[in-house]
């Protein structure tokens, strides 16, 4: 808005703005911006009097319409104001006019409009810039990338400037790299950018930058070279900038020499650039895979890759090579006087490595390396990450030697208590990682557990005066302790050990409340634990937005989606997709901001990650999850549910979503680092399985897993609304079907679901009829549900859609002979069958809050989805008003439709009142909880077993500490501290899962009942 | 861009910063693409996918995490002032958003907010990073001084901003949310030459009396 305020200043009296007088608009424009909408409707209405056919006027109307909510009278007034455009030649077409226009449009969803008015304007005054850029702008906001193109090309044509030129070239390489462009293109943009300098050279450093990449994107290397050191490459300010560019270009053309004396002039300057020192190394080995075989993206996006390929190379060249890279080191290192310059001495570790890979090299060496590293860096919390990449080259043997070496060190050596505080923190991480975890005795673990938390506590006196708001030392700690823990609880199955976790990290909270690692484990313990609230509460704490939304949320979406925390999760998908929603909305004006600000690279950036955003395997996910979150809101009204539907054009748009993800990769833009070692990735955590060996699975192994398997899931998932809108429009066309002379209802609609239907089953593996005969099998008792796996709830659905489909397809003696599936029964005998199969092994187990999600899952979705149905069978066995005792020809099939429906109903009461009994006694039990009655004795006892010793090393703590040593705030704290109030809330939580289970269960009882009283009165 | 996100403060782990605001308002300035002398630690340019990378840094309680047009605006106009470096493995170890503005001699670089992962604190990542945007005031857009706005209670960071040679060249009052006063921190550049731009004022400011929002 301030744009267009800003093309209004400094027009002075009598002027005019988009053929208005100036003073009649201005305060226009200064009441929409002090939102007094009401005004500004009154100025411009009486502007409207007097000018009637001023589009401007009416675009103002309809920018403020738009403001106050009134969409489709805004609407109605800019297409009025376009007509204008289009056929009065006298009225004005200015930018002023058409970019308020635009706004407004932006703001209705109709880019199209707006282009149009644009395209319409510029061919009536095709050398105005203003326009044309307008234009440009309406065909970024469009990814249009060819009429950007063309468009760019006519103002350049126009004015002649190097920027349009640039404009040009970058919707070009945006279509080769976004669109469908061949890379024959990026010649054509050599060309122009060619003729162009060989007349007014180039003047931008970005506009250079774009140059050299054109030419990379098409392996032109030597040209490239030559222009970065012909007169164009003075345009670059900073020689290191341009040597990066020199030294990548070198290596890609394949002089490596070369490539690598630059990369040593480079370190020179930069001697901390670790990444430079990885490029100076590979191409001294003439290590061409750092180079080749990357998309020209990864080149210059310096993305890493795997650079553990060493090419032959003969021995005498490669000692000559290793020998240079010594000596350049040891001049780094004598040069060096920073304590806090790490990379010339992780370079020693690099040499000795790549010696290694050789088969040159000495394991001794490297330790030494190693050990020297540790001596000097030993202290820094990025040690232990700085030096992963060389214990993966030494044997077992070798590591437990490194080991024993650095604690010979830690223990000799004299530091101040911070730095001796920091190694000996390295040294656990160190312990950790150089140890096979499995091989180490639970008594080990246990110990190293107790010593953690010990030493913080030991330690807290070292951050007596520290604000509360700074990091304290030794925070780590407490995450090492809690990991160790968990792991103790994995082996061991005790429970307490869970506990402790969660003790030991609501102890550091209690002393800092801001340490998000705490926060995040704890999160995954309560959702383990089964206090989905708590461990909402404390992803809540971790104040995730914007863009977190999209990296982050991974840590508790998966959980909350199998919860009864429905408000909860309505709310975290709004925010999820109003963030998204919002950037796709926006992001093109930024784009816009890019070329006017000539910062081509971002231009290509910004368009790459709305595409990346776009593809998110999470966006797709949360976009079906809403609607279904509704749909099982709602189930017990089905009128509700068809309006939910209604948004999706009847589960449509779902579908529409399907062919998308079927045309572009899924992209997968989560942060697992942020995910504690025993849920590596949202699919999995190993605590719900038993102990295994996990030292050999790589997380990389199973995010590639994930990637195969989650599209799967989600087109699962996407199929799921327009199934439910065409098995309630189906029992709907039974009704016309029923009325209308018996005639078979809408054959489309059937042989759409049937499709869907084919698809879902293939989704499980099998063809449909296959598929059917084992849901029968297992309804039947012929198979035991454990058949389904992990996919139960698929099943199910199957079950209960294919039910809808027969029913009202008027096909069942015939389809009877294809499918080993009987209608109604079947799936009656299949919902009984999984939950008392659930039923049956949690009551032969403690892990009922593991397994409560399921059972919930089973309740509100194949359940409700047949409610669902049944609802709307109901609605036509028992027509609501004067209709209800007249019956129409097809009156034949209402008996057997009116019985069947009748049983499934007093079935579906059946095993729903035997679970909502069964829940009532959990929750009677967990007033006696195991949990709780663990924790009362780790606290009443002296501290025998080890999370007694935690809950001991803690208690002691708070008991002997004084404010003298730790200081007031931190001994505030700890008395402050109360254990049982955490483990209470634990419990008490768990509880409240089940009532609200509970809840859930019992109103879809009321539904059920009212369901049969309703079948009654047929 | 909301007032109450450019509001809030942003610290790392000894030394925090953040400037007032950010304007929606077309900087008639011109960007200059420059890198700067980049030291130690491999610091780059910040991109666009960093921004999926940075959650360790962001999770940080007092790291704003921006909406996505404050990232992307300031990516637009001052790509050279948003740097981020990166520690072996390719961890964020900490980063620096920035931009250049003023007229005539107060023609100023400023850094809206600088941030260190808990992992790479105590290292002086944050004075590599601020040296980077300094260098590039200096060298690439001739700016007189570089300033920025903290917490008058965030001590760490006043002595760390101190150390790095920046005096409090005022107080504004309640400028953080209208609870707590900020002081603007400057340090001249060379081409100030008598110093003029660090002349502590004598009397506090309101938010409203400030040259740019």
Redesign the interface.
């Known amino acids: 808005m301030?744009?267009m305020l800003?093309a209004l200043a400094g027009a002075g009296a009598g002027a005019v703005a988009g053929g208005l007088p100036e003073r009649r608009v201005r305060p226009i424009w200064d009441a929409i911006d002090s939102r007094q909408f009401k005004n500004a409707l009154k100025l411009v209405s009486a502007l409207l009097t007097k000018h009637p056919n001023s589009p401007y006027a009416l675009s103002l109307k309809a920018l403020i319409l738009e403001r106050t909510g009134k969409p489709d009278e805004a609407l109605s007034i800019c297409l009025k104001a376009k007509e204008l455009l289009f056929s009065n030649d006298s009225a004005l077409t200015d930018d002023l006019t058409l970019s308020t226009l635009q706004i407004v449009l932006h703001r209705l969803d109709h880019f199209d409009l707006a282009t149009s008015c644009y395209e319409h304007a510029c061919a009536k005054y095709p050398s105005n810039l203003d326009l044309l850029m307008g234009l440009f702008n309406c065909y970024v906001r469009e990814s249009a990338f060819v009429k950007q193109q063309q468009t760019a090309i006519k103002m350049y044509k126009v004015a002649g400037e190097e920027r349009f030129l640039l404009w040009a070239v970058c919707s070009i390489q945006l279509q080769v790299l976004c669109g469908s462009g061949g890379e024959k293109l990026l010649l054509l943009a050599e060309g122009l950018l060619k003729k162009h300098i060989s007349t007014h050279s180039l003047h931008?450093?970005?506009a250079l930058?774009v140059y050299i990449a054109l030419l990379e994107q098409q392996e032109k290397y030597a040209d490239a070279l030559e222009i970065l050191c012909g007169n164009l490459g003075s345009l670059?300010?900073?020689e290191?900038?341009k040597l990066q560019i020199q030294g990548r270009l070198l290596a890609c053309k394949g002089e490596y020499y070369a490539a690598a004396e630059v990369f040593e002039k480079i370190l020179e300057?930069?001697?901390?650039?670790?990444?430079?020192f990885q490029h100076y190394l590979g191409c001294l080995l003439e290590d061409g895979s750092r180079w080749e075989n990357r998309t020209i993206q990864d080149k210059l996006?310096?993305m890493?890759i795997s650079d553990d390929q060493t090419p032959f190379f003969a021995d005498d060249l490669f000692d000559v090579r290793i020998s240079r890279a010594t000596g350049f080191v040891q001049k780094l290192q004598e040069k060096s006087g920073?304590d806090?310059?790490r990379?010339p001495f992780?370079a020693d570790l690099e040499i000795e490595r790549k010696k290694l890979l050789h088969g040159q090299g000495d394991s001794n060496k490297l330790i030494e390396y190693l050990v020297l590293y540790f001596s000097r860096f030993g202290h820094?919390?990025?040690f232990t990450?700085?030096v992963?990449?060389f214990l993966q080259v030494l044997s077992p043997d070798e590591r437990l030697k490194l080991l024993d070496k650095v604690l010979k060190i830690s223990d000799s050596d004299s530091l101040g208590p911070v730095k001796k505080l920091g190694r000996s923190i390295t040294v656990f991480k160190f312990q950790e990682m150089t140890r096979n975890a499995g091989q180490i005795p639970v008594t080990d673990i246990e110990d190293s557990a107790l010593e953690m938390v010990q030493m913080y506590c030991d330690n807290l006196p070292l951050s007596k005066d520290l604000?509360q708001?700074?990091?304290m030392h030794g925070?780590e700690l407490l995450s090492m302790a809690c990991n160790a823990l968990v792991q103790l609880f994995w082996r061991t199955r005790n429970l307490g050990y869970i506990m402790a976790a969660v003790i030991v990290l609501e102890f550091g909270l209690t002393i800092r409340r801001?340490i998000?690692?705490y926060k995040?484990s704890l999160l995954h313990l309560y959702s383990f634990l089964g206090a989905s609230s708590l461990a909402y509460e404390k992803y809540k704490a971790?104040?995730?937005?914007?863009?977190?939304l999209?990296?982050?949320s991974h840590n508790i979406l998966p959980q909350i989606l199998v919860s009864p925390l429905w408000t909860d999760l309505s709310n975290l998908l709004k925010d999820y997709l109003k963030?998204m929603d919002?950037?796709f909305r926006?992001?093109a004006?930024?784009?816009c901001?890019?070329y006017r600000?000539?910062?081509y690279?971002?231009v290509i950036?910004?368009v790459?990650?709305k595409e990346?955003l776009q593809c998110s395997n999470q966006y797709f996910l949360v976009r079906v999850e809403l609607p279904l979150l509704q749909i099982k809101q709602n189930a017990h009204n089905v009128d509700e549910v068809k309006c939910i539907l209604e948004k999706s054009r009847s589960g449509a748009v779902f579908i529409g979503l399907l062919n998308e993800m079927g045309s572009k990769s899924l992209t997968f833009?989560e942060?697992l680092?942020?995910r504690p070692w025993w849920t590596p990735i949202p699919a999995k955590n190993y605590l719900s399985g038993p102990y295994e060996d996990i030292s050999n699975i790589s997380t990389e192994e199973l995010v590639k897993e994930r990637k195969a398997l989650l599209p799967k899931y989600i087109e699962r998932r996407c199929l799921l609304p327009r199934m439910i809108y065409l098995s309630i429009h189906n029992a709907f066309l039974l009704k016309d079907g029923v009325e209308a002379n018996g005639s078979v209802p809408d054959p489309n609609i059937l042989s759409e679901l049937m499709s869907l239907l084919e698809r879902y089953a293939k989704f499980l593996g099998h063809p449909l009829n296959v598929a059917l005969s084992v849901i029968g099998d297992v309804a039947r008792g012929s198979k035991s549900v454990e058949v389904f796996g992990a996919d139960l709830i698929d099943w199910v659905n199957l079950a209960v859609f294919f039910n809808a489909w027969r029913v009202s397809s008027h096909e069942e003696a015939k389809v009877a002979e294809g499918y080993n599936f009987h209608c109604w029964k079947d799936v009656d005998s299949l919902l009984k069958k999984c939950l008392v199969h659930k039923l049956e092994t949690i009551s032969t187990d403690t892990s009922i809050m593991s397994d409560l999600p399921l059972i919930l899952q089973l309740m509100t979705e194949p359940l409700a989805w047949h409610c669902l149905f049944l609802q709307s069978c109901i609605r036509i066995l028992v027509p609501s008003g004067k209709k209800k005792k007249k019956t129409g020809s097809g009156d034949h099939s209402s008996p057997k439709l009116a019985s069947a429906v009748r049983d499934s109903v007093q079935s579906l009461i059946g095993f729903m009142e035997e679970l909502q009994k069964w829940l009532r006694e959990w929750v009677v039990k967990s007033e006696d909880d195991n949990l709780k009655r663990q924790f009362l004795s780790m606290t009443s006892r002296g501290g025998a077993e080890g999370p007694e010793k935690v809950y001991k090393i803690l208690k002691d703590t708070v008991s002997s500490a004084s404010s003298a040593e730790v200081g007031d705030r931190i001994m505030g704290a700890l008395k402050s501290w109360n254990p049982s109030e955490h483990v209470l809330r634990v419990v008490a939580e768990q509880r409240a899962m089940l009532l609200q289970t509970l809840s859930i269960c019992e109103s879809r009882i009321g539904a059920l009942n009212a369901l049969n009283k309703q079948i009654g009165q047929v | 861009m909301t007032w109450a996100g450019a509001h809030r403060l942003i610290r790392t782990g000894v030394a925090t910063e953040l400037n007032r605001g950010w304007s929606r308002r077309d900087c008639k300035s011109e960007t200059n693409t420059a890198g700067g002398r980049r030291k130690m630690t491999s610091i780059r340019k910040f991109r666009c996918e960093d921004l999926l990378r940075f959650a360790s840094v962001n999770l940080d309680h007092l790291t704003e995490t921006f909406n996505m047009s404050f990232y992307l605006t300031y990516l637009a106009r001052w790509p050279d002032y948003f740097h981020v470096a990166e520690g072996p493995g390719k961890r964020i170890m900490g980063y620096i958003m920035g931009k250049v503005e003023g007229q005539g001699e107060s023609w100023h670089g400023h850094v809206t907010a600088v941030t260190v992962a808990p992992e790479y604190r105590r290292q002086q990542v944050a004075k590599k990073l601020m040296n980077l945007l300094e260098d590039i005031s200096e060298k690439s857009d001739k700016a007189y001084f570089v300033d920025l706005f903290v917490r008058a209670s965030n001590i760490p960071a006043i002595k760390m901003y101190e150390k790095l040679g920046y005096v409090i060249y005022r107080r504004v009052l309640r400028y953080y949310s209208g609870e707590e006063d900020a002081l603007d921190m400057r340090k001249a550049l060379s081409r100030d030459v008598d110093k003029k731009s660090i002349i502590p004022l004598k009397h506090p400011i309101t938010p409203d009396e400030l040259e740019y929002d």
């Open positions: 301030t744009s800003g931008e450093p970005e930058a670059l300010p900073v290191v900038d300057i930069c001697p901390d650039d670790w990444e430079c996006l310096k890493e920073s806090f310059i990379c992780l820094l919390a990025c990450s700085d992963e990449l604000d708001q700074e990091s925070e801001y998000w690692q995040m971790l104040e995730v937005k914007n863009i977190l999209e990296s982050v963030f919002d950037h926006e992001s004006d930024l784009t901001l890019a600000h000539r910062n690279s971002k950036e910004f790459q990650f990346r833009n942060d680092e942020t």
